[in-house]
């Protein structure tokens, strides 16, 4: 063990498997073991390898999420979404109070073209703690699902969140873009570009300074 974590320590993955898998068979339900051969395997580029090794790993430790974290990942590198979700499932399951483990399996759902599953997700890290880049996903699902509605709600509570945030200034000008209030909208765009250019914003402003009548404008600008 303390071999391998030296060899982790200096970079060599494949060197470190070497030895963990020695000592995995002298104590095939080490949790500890079989998280650093994962985690040496992962390194080392072996996905598959690593996918049989954090199996093993969950099979023993079935209280925590870290194995089943480490296992939706793995599966993502390997390009298996669908079992990435399973595990991004079990991890939330398993720690229900961790908001970023609800916006991860929000975001894999998205990849899936889930729209319905995404939602859910979201709107449970929504409201176990609500992020930034988690209101911004539910805001992307909620339009791919055509509720206009809730794309905006979303997007405004990313502002609250952070106001300096200009990617979500962006998103709720482009969502408010989508309904009547052009008023709100062209704010929502000067502000967005007051925390940075953006040429997508620019166009959308004129645009809704084109479609605004002239006195309404000028009363916003003012």
């Known amino acids: 063990m303390t071999a391998a974590q030296h060899a982790l320590a200096e970079g060599d993955a494949g ?3 070497q030895r963990l898998v020695y000592a995995r068979d002298a104590e095939p339900n080490n949790p ?22 954090v199996r093993d790993w969950a099979r023993v430790d079935t209280d925590r999420p870290t194995p089943e974290r480490f296992a939706s990942r793995i599966y993502e590198d390997m390009g298996a979404v669908d079992l990435a979700a399973e595990a991004a499932v079990r991890a939330a399951d398993r720690a229900p109070g ?3 483990a609800w916006e991860r399996l929000g975001r894999l759902r998205l990849r899936l073209n889930d729209r319905a599953g995404a939602i859910s997700a979201l709107e449970r890290a929504r409201l ?16 791919l699902a055509g509720d206009v509605g809730a794309e905006v709600s979303a ?4 502002t609250q969140i952070d106001p300096e945030s200009r990617r979500a200034w ?14 709100e909208c062209g704010d929502a765009c000067r502000r967005a570009l007051t925390l940075g250019d953006d040429a ?23």
């Open 155 to 158: 997007a405004h509570a990313a």
């Open 98 to 100: 961790d908001a970023s």
């Open 200 to 222: 997508e914003v620019s166009q959308l402003l004129d645009r809704v300074n084109a479609a605004t009548p002239r006195g309404l404008s000028e009363r916003s600008a003012a």
């Open 32 to 53: 500890m073991v079989l998280r650093l051969l994962t985690a040496a395997f992962w390194q080392a580029g072996n996905l598959p390898a690593a996918a049989r090794t």
């Open 15 to 17: 060197l470190a498997a």
């Open 170 to 183: 962006s998103t709720y000008a482009h969502a408010l873009a989508r309904t009547d209030r052009l008023a």
């Open 128 to 143: 176990v703690g609500p992020s930034v880049d988690g209101l911004l996903d539910l805001a992307l699902a909620h339009h």
